[in-house]
């Protein structure tokens, strides 16, 4: 199993992360020196996933705190190279906590840039290490919900490469895999991108879960077929009306598994929970490029064409039935508003 640090770690110079978009072919660690090395590889999704984005908003704090120079222009730079940060990828609540989290060390640490350093990395590091145990909590929980030999359906990735180290949706997997409770998972491929076939199913084969990778469009069959016991996806942001945001997909996933009385699960951290936000409606989808959709085959779709590609869907809170966080598991109705 790849350990948090292997994932995405803060060194002295730079942070650096395993490359996600060469995965499963091959584990290349990606070195991110500056803030636009780290806006690049959030923006091409070398690291992605709610919670270890918002781990790499700590670190990238920590990071524009070493670059930023002495003197009167230091805090004014940090904060610009923060606000970037934090900007890089619109529908993930917890990049922005992660960044907030790294601007409070920062505040709390005065004028003297030497202390806002050493305070910014002690600040992403702890930040990283309370997420592992966030999702280690709700891994526990989770696993509560299922009988032994349960045949899981999940979307996208939300294990230990989405997280920092242990994972939301493969969360509640891995630990009923350490519990000798035999599940098993199928993995649609999540497409455009694959994550589930690329990450998801990589993921499981190091942790020695058995599983099966399926096309997308062959999801519904499954529950027709009664081949599926629960549901459990990962989460982006969640609405303070329990309207959830998460890989695109995930509400036809939902609607699927509602119509065939199966159990449909959220697992995320109260990181994720943006009591700011009031339903789904509110919360901003992002639209990915065009060249996701067409291919690396030229020709598969045709340039009058037109694409759309948003990376997310909302998934209506009426169709949920428990939000696993690490304090516990949530039952409608939901109310998380302030």
Request: aromatic share 4%.
């Amino acid at each position: 199993m790849t350990a948090p640090d292997a994932i995405i770690r803060l060194e002295p110079g730079g942070i650096v992360i395993l490359d996600q978009t060469r995965l499963p072919a091959e584990a290349v660690e990606r070195r991110c020196a500056d803030v636009d090395e780290l806006v690049d590889a959030i923006a091409v999704l070398a690291i992605r996933g709610a919670p270890a984005l918002g781990v790499a908003g700590a670190m990238g704090v920590a990071l524009a705190a070493e670059r930023a120079p002495d003197g009167a222009g230091f805090r004014a730079a940090l904060e610009t190279d923060a606000a970037r940060i934090a900007a890089a990828r619109p529908t993930a609540v917890n990049l922005a906590v992660g960044v907030a989290a790294g601007l409070a060390a920062a505040g709390n640490a005065g004028d003297d840039p030497a202390r806002v350093r050493a305070e910014t990395a002690a600040a992403a590091r702890a930040f990283h290490a309370d997420e592992v145990d966030r999702c280690r909590r709700i891994g526990a929980h989770g696993a509560a919900l299922f009988g032994d030999g349960a045949r899981i359906c999940t979307i996208c990735n939300a294990g230990g490469l989405a997280t920092g180290g242990y994972g939301t949706a493969l969360g509640v997997v891995r630990r009923l895999h350490e519990d000798d409770r035999s599940p098993s998972v199928w993995v649609p491929e999540t497409r455009p991108l694959l994550q589930g076939a690329r990450l998801t199913a990589w993921e499981l084969a190091d942790l020695g879960v058995e599983h099966r990778v399926l096309p997308d469009g062959a999801i519904a069959g499954l529950f027709g077929r009664g081949l599926v016991d629960g549901v459990v996806v990962g989460a982006d942001r969640i609405a303070a009306n329990g309207d959830t945001a998460n890989k695109v997909g995930t509400y036809g996933l939902a609607v699927i598994a509602h119509h065939h009385g199966v159990p449909f699960y959220v697992a995320a951290p109260c990181t994720t929970i943006d009591p700011a936000t009031p339903d789904g409606a509110a919360i901003p989808i992002e639209e990915r490029p065009r060249a996701e959709v067409t291919g690396p085959l030229p020709g598969t779709v045709p340039a009058a064409s037109a694409v759309h590609n948003p990376a997310f869907d909302v998934t209506p809170a009426a169709l949920i039935d428990a939000i696993v966080t690490e304090d516990g598991v949530l039952r409608p109705p939901f109310a998380l508003g302030p």
